[in-house]
């Protein structure tokens, strides 16, 4: 009796955990693609997924932060194109030391971004959807202006932010190793150090209650435009990978992945309503919204039934979640009482 009991306490906090949600359905994802593509074990597809993916990844993982800090990025995605824009504007084929300007001049870019958004939020107390909704026509301004038709240049040595095969003496390494993987490995290295300081447990404080962190001593304000510079941070690294990628830049290439960002943090657990979740598990949401387009191409999915299906899949998903978090709450409540 004692063993079963322990299983069921076992099997309950196992499907209680906000976690738990998003990894069932991308194994059910997964094992669906391994029987609709026949090739989906081979490095090479393993390989041209990562390259893929890693940019909604690095998207969504940057604005998971954001969420938990109680805030919310509408600008990601222009965010996203003025900073390759940037960076394909100031390289020069035939200067590979340009490459190098580039990286300093968008990341210090990237700081500002960071800085506007979360000062916007932050410090004059907008709502974060109308003051990054705002802000996402400045930067989309600033794309068209720096690149008004699609263009630019990138070195040979920074091209392997996309594939090492472009790098003089790495030939060899470019179908060995996804330069993409290491920029969101380096991503998730970014968060660790920050979650395990001081700072990562004050975003999610913040995230809680705004109010109730300030008057605990946290400076709420300063949290908030810090979660916002670490989202440009993520965004910095993926606009690396798409210069890299695309050796040019295009005022309009981040229109669609706003959205696909924040659906993807919900997801993968992260709560709108700030303080709640897990950042590098947001990473499974960007890979589900990643794969849910694939599933549908390989089940040969009619073009017309195609964004009904993908809307279902994010519902179930997003439904799935907000149950376990109900779940959740419900015991924490129990348990208050009981106390």
Not at 82 to 98: Q, S
Not at 230 to 249: C, E, P, T, W
Not at 290 to 296: A, N
């Amino acid at each position: 009796m004692v063993k079963n009991s322990n299983t069921g306490k076992t099997l309950k906090n196992f499907f209680n955990n906000p976690s738990t949600p998003p990894f069932l359905i991308l194994i059910a994802v997964v094992v669906v693609l391994l029987f609709a593509q026949d090739n989906f074990l081979r490095w090479s597809t393993i390989y041209g997924y990562i390259n893929s993916f890693a940019p909604l990844i690095l998207l969504t993982m940057g604005q998971a932060v954001v969420i938990v800090s109680g805030g919310l990025d509408m600008s990601s995605g222009a965010s996203l194109a003025v900073m390759v824009c940037a960076l394909t504007k100031i390289m020069r084929t035939d200067e590979p030391i340009t490459g190098l300007y580039a990286m300093v001049v968008v990341f210090l870019m990237a700081i500002g971004i960071g800085l506007v958004n979360g000062i916007s939020v932050g410090y004059f107390r907008l709502p974060a959807v109308i003051a990054t909704y705002a802000t996402s026509f400045l930067w989309q301004g600033m794309a068209q202006f720096i690149t008004p038709s699609p263009g630019g240049q990138a070195v040979d040595w920074f091209r392997g932010f996309y594939n090492f095969s472009y790098v003089k003496g790495l030939e060899g390494m470019g179908d060995i190793v996804p330069p993409a993987l290491l920029l969101i490995i380096a991503g998730c290295i970014i968060w660790s150090v920050i979650k395990r300081c001081k700072l990562g447990r004050y975003i999610y404080a913040v995230g809680s209650n705004y109010e109730a962190a300030f008057h605990s001593g946290i400076n709420s304000t300063m949290i908030q435009i810090k979660a916002y510079i670490i989202n440009a941070l993520m965004i910095y690294l993926a606009a690396l990978f798409y210069a890299a990628q695309n050796a040019a830049g295009n005022s309009s290439m981040g229109d669609t992945l706003t959205l696909q960002t924040i659906a993807a943090a919900i997801v993968g657990g992260i709560a709108m309503a700030g303080g709640r979740g897990n950042i590098h598990i947001a990473i499974v949401g960007a890979l589900i919204m990643s794969f849910i387009g694939r599933v549908i191409y390989y089940l040969n999915v009619p073009s017309s039934y195609q964004t009904l299906v993908s809307g279902i899949i994010v519902i179930v998903a997003i439904a799935a979640g907000e149950i376990v978090a109900i779940s959740q709450r419900k015991a924490e409540l129990k348990g208050a009482k009981s106390v």
